[in-house]
């Protein structure tokens, strides 16, 4: 197992920012990536990072609002969000893969957090 422990949710009004770290207890794997899913709805992908850094993804929703980072000394993802809209409100997930073709699947990674808690109010 690669226990992954999300931090740095809460609460924020609308416009706001929050920074989410996602800390590995071991090493991490090729890519991170950050999931989210609102009450009712499906898990949806956010954002990922290939192992240097050098590569990042996101979803059209979060574009130039999110940065995802990592600090791989620090076994460590973060997940900066700026100018937030209570549509981001959701359980935000990190998880990790071996694999180097998977990004947006969730069926392709293979550790997951436990979420933590972000909710934007208008």
């Known amino acids: 197992q690669v226990p992954l422990v999300e931090s740095g949710g809460g609460l924020v009004q609308a416009g706001g920012s929050l920074r989410l770290s996602c800390a590995a207890t071991?090493?991490?794997?090729?890519?991170m990536a950050w999931f989210r899913q609102a009450s009712g709805k499906e898990r949806e992908f956010v954002a990922a990072i290939n192992w240097s850094g050098s590569n990042t993804v996101y979803a059209d929703s979060v574009k130039g609002r999110f940065t995802i980072s990592r600090d791989n000394a620090k076994n460590t993802v973060y997940l900066q969000m700026n100018s937030l809209k209570p549509a981001d409100t959701a359980v935000y997930y990190c998880a990790t893969t071996r694999s180097l073709s998977t990004i947006y699947n969730q069926h392709g990674y293979d550790y997951w957090g436990q979420g933590t808690q972000v909710t934007v109010s208008s």
């Open positions: 071991e090493r991490t794997f090729s890519r």
